[in-house]
C-alpha cells in the first residue's frame, strides 16, 4: 500500500515517500513557487526532470541522492511572496534556510547537503561539488521557466479573451 503523499512515479515511491509525506513537504503545497505552481509541485517537477536529463545525458549519478536532493532543494518552508523582513533577499538565503531544515528533518547524505546548498548558484558563491547538484541546478532552471512562461500565457489567453468578450 502505498503512503499518502506520493506521487505515481515509481522512483520517488521508492526513495523519498518519506520525504513527500512529511509534514514539511506537505506545507510546500499551500506555498506559491512561481506562477500558480506550489513549492510542493515545483520540487517534484525539478525531481522528475533531473531524473530524465540524468538518463537523457547518459550520466550515472546516485539517484537516492539526486532525488531527495531535488525533492528538499527548497525545503525553506515560508511563502517567500509575503513581505517579511526575514526572506527579504530569498534568492540568496533559500538555500541555506532550505538546507537547515532538511537538515532537521532528515538524514542526509553529502551530495543531498550539496545539492541543497549550492543549487542557486552563481547566486550563492560556491559551486557544486558534485554532478548531481548540476544536475538539479539545471532542472531548477528549466521548471522555473517552464512555471513562468506558463503563467504568462494563461494570463495572456485570459486577457485577450476577455478582450474579445467586450467587443
Not at 14 to 25: H, K, P, V
Not at 145 to 166: I, Q
Request: hydrophobic share 35%; glycine share 6%.
Amino acid at each position: 500500500m502505498k503512503e499518502q503523499g506520493c506521487p505515481g512515479s515509481e522512483l520517488l515511491e521508492q526513495y523519498a515517500c518519506d520525504i513527500l509525506a512529511s509534514r514539511g513537504m506537505q506545507s510546500q503545497k499551500t506555498f506559491l513557487q512561481h506562477g500558480e505552481v506550489s513549492c510542493y509541485d515545483h520540487s517534484v517537477a525539478v525531481a522528475l526532470l533531473s531524473v530524465r536529463l540524468a538518463g537523457f545525458l547518459r550520466v550515472r549519478t546516485d539517484r537516492r541522492s539526486l532525488i531527495r536532493g531535488a525533492l528538499l532543494h527548497d525545503y525553506y518552508l515560508y511563502d517567500w511572496h509575503v513581505a517579511d523582513k526575514n526572506h527579504r533577499l530569498h534568492g540568496f538565503i533559500h538555500a541555506r534556510r532550505a538546507l537547515g531544515n532538511a537538515e532537521r528533518d532528515f538524514r542526509l547524505s553529502a551530495i543531498e547537503r550539496d545539492i541543497i546548498s549550492k543549487h542557486m548558484f552563481p547566486l550563492n558563491p560556491r559551486p557544486p561539488c558534485y554532478k548531481e547538484s548540476y544536475i538539479v541546478m539545471t532542472a531548477d532552471r528549466l521548471c522555473t521557466v517552464r512555471e513562468l512562461l506558463s503563467s504568462t500565457w494563461r494570463r495572456m489567453a485570459k486577457t485577450r479573451k476577455n478582450d474579445n468578450n467586450g467587443l
